[in-house]
């Protein structure tokens, strides 16, 4: 009964306190697209590093006599790949550590000369588990000036600084969410003023208070899912621009920053989530109001 | 059918504008409510349409004590009730059939019958040829045309109508009063407020007269048709 819509809202009384709505919405999916685009890529790339890392131990031999040094690297070696849940050990020949140091010195700076410590690659059998401390220890009896790193302190640190940009998106998707609520509401109370003498009518005609808010709502439904496609818009631009920068500079360290269907399915739901927190927001506050009506 | 007993109304925290009023209406009855410029015709309607609540006494209408209904049982009561503002309350962007429409699409019903009905109703009032026009774009005396035939589309039981022949020419008047007693006829109860002593005595009908607030006169001449 109350399914049908009676159109008896002028569109034109509350111009003025609707007509900026779209672009507030619209500012609030971009900022939340944004956010939830560099936590994605944040989520994406920490997940490519450690999952790698995670398997991943070096073994690094510093001593000055390269006698003793090869000597030490191949007991060490030995050692490791005697080591239950090792897949697999790769000594790393000169010239991969020099190319690793490239990038840091400079092309062409780096020469045979310089004193470089050997390395040693451990990959870990998926799913084993191996007790960086104790492989330590027996690894000093076998090679004394080897010492092992198994990444987890720049893991933590890089969990760490995961977890603060995830903490702050999520914050900012909070505010944003709160600030459109507060704007909605803001924005309902005005259109129910201008809509009063109309309103008092509707309910002496018969109207109850559910199909007044119905009038509401499908407007404000409307205003949120065009603003939130103009954000979605303005960001899916802003984040392939973005991108296409980053990929230039040729920043590595960023990772794929491949998005999934999966993600990309969450950007699209921000409108979506916008429109709705819009137009709940806005039969809510009508059906507040209405309340403190005769 | 209608009863009111010690009611008095105020606006707000303002002075009380209507005190102690007592009368009763029977069902089919038709009865003017006269009486000076401020007296307080329209706030005995707001009481009566459901859109004010008494500061005291006890209102009942249908067999129910409105003054202390709930929220939600409003809608239903104030679709028993059809009513003619003094100021029409015409909706400015719907056309003068829409505004017709306007109830029965409220209580719900298929929208082919109520158009062709508020089409027959249109014509009733001498507006068949103005079906599209934007109440602004109508003169005061259609405007009240339209109204009326907003307030009887839904076949109500009480029709209240504030000063429905203001606007109009005593031709047109007369008119819409007999309009009005044709309804009556068919059982709707009427009640409908007028400072224009001419009208009230040329038909003769029971009167309610307010001044300043108090009920003074009841039925002049007693309960029932009028005229
Ligand atoms: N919305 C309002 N707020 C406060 N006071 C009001 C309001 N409406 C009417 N009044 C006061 O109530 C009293 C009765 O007014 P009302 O409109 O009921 O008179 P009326 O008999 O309908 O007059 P008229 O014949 O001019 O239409 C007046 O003193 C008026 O000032
Ligand atoms: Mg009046």
């Known amino acids: 009964m109350a399914r049908r819509r009676l159109k008896a809202l002028a569109d034109g009384a509350d111009r003025v306190s609707t007509r900026l709505l779209p672009w507030v919405v619209a500012v609030m999916v971009f900022l939340s697209a944004l956010a939830l685009a560099a936590l994605l890529a944040v989520h994406g790339s920490v997940a490519t590093w450690t999952g790698d890392m995670e398997r991943k131990l070096t073994v690094q031999v510093t001593t000055g006599d390269s006698a003793a040094r090869e000597r030490q690297v191949s007991a060490a070696a030995a050692y490791l790949r005697a080591l239950p849940g090792v897949e697999a050990v790769h000594i790393l020949a000169d010239r991969e550590i020099l190319d690793l140091l490239e990038p840091w010195l400079g092309a062409g700076n780096v020469d045979g000369d310089l004193p470089v410590p050997a390395l040693i690659d451990v990959t870990i059998t998926q799913g084993a588990t191996v007790h960086p401390s104790a492989v330590a220890a027996r690894l000093k009896t076998v090679a004394p000036d080897a010492s092992l790193d198994d990444h987890e302190q720049w893991l933590g640190r890089v969990r760490d600084l995961a977890m603060m940009i995830e903490g702050i998106a999520i914050a900012v998707l909070t505010l944003v969410t709160l600030a459109t609520v507060a704007i909605v509401v803001f924005g309902t109370h005005a259109g129910l003023a201008a809509h009063r003498a109309t309103i008092e009518t509707l309910h002496i005609i018969g109207a109850h208070d559910k199909m007044i808010a119905r009038e509401f709502q499908d407007r404000f439904l409307f205003l949120g899912l065009k603003g939130g496609l103009i954000g979605l818009a303005l960001a899916a631009a802003s984040v392939f621009i973005a991108r296409r920068i980053i990929s230039e500079l040729g920043v590595g360290v960023l990772g794929p920053m491949t998005i999934s269907m999966a993600e990309l399915a969450a950007l699209f739901i921000l409108p979506l989530f916008a429109a709705l927190v819009t137009m709940l927001t806005a039969r809510f506050t009508v059906l507040a109001a209405l309340r403190r009506m005769v | ?227």
Do not use: C
């Open chain 2, 1 to 227: 059918m209608i009863l009111f007993e010690n009611v008095g109304m105020r606006y707000g925290l303002g002075p009380e504008v209507l005190h102690n009023i007592s009368f009763e209406l029977r069902a089919g009855s038709f009865h003017f409510l006269t009486g000076p410029s401020g007296a307080g015709k329209s706030s005995l309607m707001r009481l009566l349409y459901l859109a004010h609540r008494p500061s005291r006494g006890s209102i009942t209408m249908f067999g129910k004590n409105v003054a202390a209904a709930r929220r939600d049982e409003l809608p239903a009561l104030r679709r028993r009730i059809g009513v003619v503002f003094q100021d029409f309350r015409l909706l400015e962007h719907l056309t003068a059939l829409e505004n017709i429409m306007l109830p029965l699409r409220i209580a719900g019903g298929e929208e082919k019958l109520i158009r062709e009905h508020a089409e027959e109703l249109l014509h009733w009032v001498g507006l068949g040829d103005r079906m599209a026009a934007r109440p602004s774009t109508l003169s005061g005396g259609e405007q009240q045309r339209v109204a009326i035939a907003r307030a009887v589309i839904a076949k109500p039981d009480l029709l209240l109508a504030d000063e429905p022949t203001g606007n109009v020419d005593s031709e047109m008047a007369d008119r819409l009063l007999h309009l009005l007693m044709e309804l009556n006829k068919h059982g709707t109860t009427m009640l409908i407020a007028t400072h224009d002593m001419a009208v009230v005595s040329s038909l003769g009908a029971a009167q309610l007269h307010l001044e300043d607030g108090v009920l003074r006169l009841v039925g002049a001449r007693g309960n029932g048709h009028g005229a």
